[in-house]
């Protein structure tokens, strides 16, 4: 069969011909200097990608899960409190990873489908008069519901309880696709991978602290292991690694750094927006409804469709996968198959995305839920077109 169809899972995503070619070379020494001449562009591109002109970056070998590790043991030790929401699979594992790491994590549980519950954020930070909390962990996007978070009204919570805690974030999946303010927002911590909005593969984690994080991870004695921060911000500004790095996909990150400044952060911003729309479109039309609970937590970058009673979120993805060759999330957590997920981040066009929707649109056709043929490209295709319909 031939496959060679654009894939539709919330991650990695679809990796654009430029930078397969960019990753595509000879092997390099990481020591010379023209590989050190490629760092300093990548560290400024990514504070303007973060939103923060002064954050100190590090990008190294690893994925979304080693880049919450560095943040956790390079600005937390053993026995310290966290507070965290649990609202998704992926709050749920870094939850997990740092109580696994000896955290003590007061947990504010929200429904799926909905985001931060800012109030009671707010309550369990004003009844820490002791400031015994060390940091507030939090999902930008989560991933598994299709649901943004308001970081800045996080901001606001810690601000308006004068509470000194750090503001830990977890931006895998709207990094480089959604709107970030890292600065604006006051974040001391936040998170991306390689295999999301920057197009490449799995294999970078990439992290950016700000001037107070910094200083207190060069402070932290506690125990690092290979992810301590400080070496490798060191080692960064001199133009080089503390260990060897995943040469390609630092070539790789340069260049889709220079792809995404390029384009226009702005505009690559709104073209997650407007193929957002276009997808939530269809699935309007198909009469399904989203996870998530409102449409100001709609995230631009994945969606996450509830199936009605009787069907199943895990057929979809594998009719899909095994008669169309093209791929799309499946669902997880304990509603999983009641899911499944169109990824729509990263390197995706108008002309993309009705592709993928024409497909999802067969399979629901043939695992004969109720719809017409047509209606959820049509949907999409109206939002996508020059022309308004009279
Ligand atoms: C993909 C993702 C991660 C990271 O996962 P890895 O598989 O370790 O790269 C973390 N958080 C969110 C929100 C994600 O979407």
């Known amino acids: 069969m031939i496959a060679n169809n654009p894939i539709f899972i919330p991650g990695p995503t679809n990796i654009p011909e430029r930078l397969r070619l960019a990753m595509a070379k000879a092997a390099w020494d990481h020591r010379s200097p023209a590989f050190?001449?490629?760092?300093?562009?990548?560290a400024k591109g990514l504070q303007q990608i973060f939103g923060d002109p002064g954050a100190h970056v590090a990008f190294f070998t690893g994925s979304g899960t080693t880049?919450?590790?560095?943040?956790?043991?390079?600005?937390?030790?053993?026995?310290?409190?966290?507070?965290?929401?649990?609202?998704?699979?992926?709050s749920?594992?870094?939850?997990?990873?740092?109580?696994?790491?000896?955290?003590?994590?007061?947990?504010?549980?929200?429904?799926?489908?909905?985001?931060?519950?800012?109030?009671?954020?707010?309550?369990?930070?004003?009844?820490?008069?002791?400031?015994?909390?060390?940091a507030v962990l939090a999902v930008h996007n989560e991933t598994s519901t299709g649901v943004r978070s308001d970081i800045a009204a996080i901001r606001q919570a810690l601000d308006g309880t004068k509470h000194p805690a750090l503001l830990c974030v977890d931006g895998v999946s709207s990094i480089a696709s959604m709107p970030f303010e890292m600065q604006e927002w006051g974040v001391d911590a936040a998170v991306a991978g390689s295999q999301?909005?920057?197009?490449?593969?799995?294999?970078?984690?990439?992290?950016?602290?700000?001037d107070k994080a910094r200083a207190l991870a060069a402070a932290n004695k506690g125990p690092k292991g290979c992810l301590n921060l400080e070496i490798l911000f060191t080692a960064l500004a001199a133009g080089s690694f503390p260990f060897t790095p995943a040469v390609s996909l630092?070539?790789?990150?340069?260049?889709?750094?220079?792809?995404?400044?390029?384009?226009?952060?702005?505009?690559?911003?709104?073209?997650?927006?407007h193929i957002a729309q276009g997808v939530r479109a269809?699935?309007?039309?198909?009469?399904?409804?989203?996870?998530?609970?409102?449409?100001?937590?709609?995230?631009?970058?994945?969606?996450?469709?509830?199936?009605?009673?009787?069907y199943s979120g895990n057929a979809v993805v594998e009719h899909a996968r095994n008669r169309y060759a093209m791929n799309f999330g499946i669902g997880l957590g304990p509603d999983?198959?009641?899911?499944?997920?169109?990824g729509h981040l990263g390197y995706l066009s108008e002309a993309m995305v009705l592709s993928g929707l024409a497909v999802a649109e067969m399979t629901l056709h043939d695992l004969n839920f109720s719809l017409t043929l047509g209606a959820g490209v049509a949907a999409a295709q109206r939002h996508?077109?020059?022309?308004?319909?009279?």
Do not use: C, Y
């Open 282 to 310: 269809a699935v309007t039309a198909w009469g399904l409804e989203p996870v998530a609970h409102s449409p100001e937590l709609f995230s631009d970058t994945v969606t996450a469709i509830r199936v009605p009673p009787g």
């Open 92 to 134: 749920e594992r870094w939850i997990a990873l740092a109580q696994d790491l000896g955290l003590v994590v007061d947990i504010i549980e929200a429904p799926w489908g909905q985001g931060a519950p800012i109030a009671e954020l707010g309550d369990a930070l004003a009844q820490d008069s002791a400031h015994q909390i060390a």
């Open 196 to 210: 999301k909005g920057f197009m490449l593969p799995t294999g970078l984690a990439i992290v950016a602290l700000s």
């Open 336 to 342: 999983g198959d009641r899911v499944f997920r169109i």
């Open 384 to 390: 996508f077109s020059d022309k308004t319909e009279a």
């Open 250 to 273: 630092v070539s790789g990150l340069a260049e889709s750094i220079e792809m995404l400044l390029e384009e226009g952060l702005p505009q690559v911003h709104a073209r997650h927006r």
């Open 36 to 42: 050190g001449e490629i760092i300093s562009p990548i």
């Open 67 to 90: 880049g919450w590790q560095s943040v956790l043991v390079n600005l937390l030790a053993p026995g310290q409190r966290v507070l965290a929401v649990r609202n998704g699979m992926f």
